[in-house]
């Protein structure tokens, strides 16, 4: 079955301490993405990858870290998370115009 | 920079009553307009894209139609399977990025 896998699904965690949420896909897509949904600020893209070690900003990069080592793999790093962090997080996997999200990562950071 | 507004905020209506969804954008240069569907606690779901003026796209009670300045989500006879948030977003030429509007939530009461 074609997926995008998240992990964790829900983490809460403090301030300054470094955690990853992993992104993996089984559809060999070479571009993939991370974005955050907010109340009434709609999906915001943050990193985006158009294929194995090639990764780019998007809207709303700061405080994130991405790497693509794999094409399967997109995993989101928080060095040092803060309060404004919290957030609902989605891995997407693009091919051609659709663009197959994953689950979402629900993140609060106290 | 590129726009996205959708209305209404939220819309609630009666099984098998038909109703209609509004995107209105500002875009340097169209590629596609897209429309997804979000369940609560779900990553969004793929629905349309459109790329020109006059064009569009039907998919069971879904038609979605395109101008130069909004797309409209019609929705015809609708079912309470149907409720959820749809997303609208737009992507510019030689522009990776999508822009999302923040949503309509739609309920349809039995």
């Known amino acids: 079955e074609a997926q995008v896998t998240q992990n964790p699904r829900y983490l809460i965690t403090v301030t300054g301490k470094k955690l990853t949420v992993t992104c993996s896909q089984n559809?060999?897509?070479?571009?993939m993405s991370w974005y955050r949904q907010d109340p009434g600020l709609g999906l915001r893209q943050i990193y985006y990858s158009m294929n194995v070690e090639v990764t780019d900003k998007g809207d709303v990069p700061e405080g994130y870290k991405v790497s693509r080592k794999e094409k399967r793999n997109f995993p989101l790093i928080l060095e040092s998370p803060s309060p404004n962090q919290t957030s609902l997080y989605f891995c997407?996997?693009?091919?051609?115009?659709?663009?197959?999200f994953g689950p979402g990562t629900r993140l609060t950071v106290t | 920079e590129d726009q996205v507004t959708q209305s209404p905020e939220a819309l609630r209506l009666q099984e098998g009553e038909s109703s209609s969804l509004n995107c209105s954008y500002t875009v340097s240069g169209l590629r596609g307009l897209f429309w997804y569907r979000q369940d609560p606690g779900k990553g969004p779901e793929f629905l349309f894209t459109l790329y020109s003026a006059g064009e569009e796209k039907e998919k069971e009670r879904l038609k979605a139609t395109l101008t130069k300045k909004e797309s409209f989500l019609h929705i015809t006879a609708p079912k309470p399977e149907d409720s959820a948030t749809y997303l609208c977003a737009v992507q510019a030429r030689g522009n990776e990025k999508l822009t999302f509007g923040t949503g309509t939530r739609l309920t349809i009461i039995p």
């Open positions: 559809m060999n897509h070479e571009y």
């Open positions: 997407a996997s693009v091919r051609g115009d659709e663009q197959y």
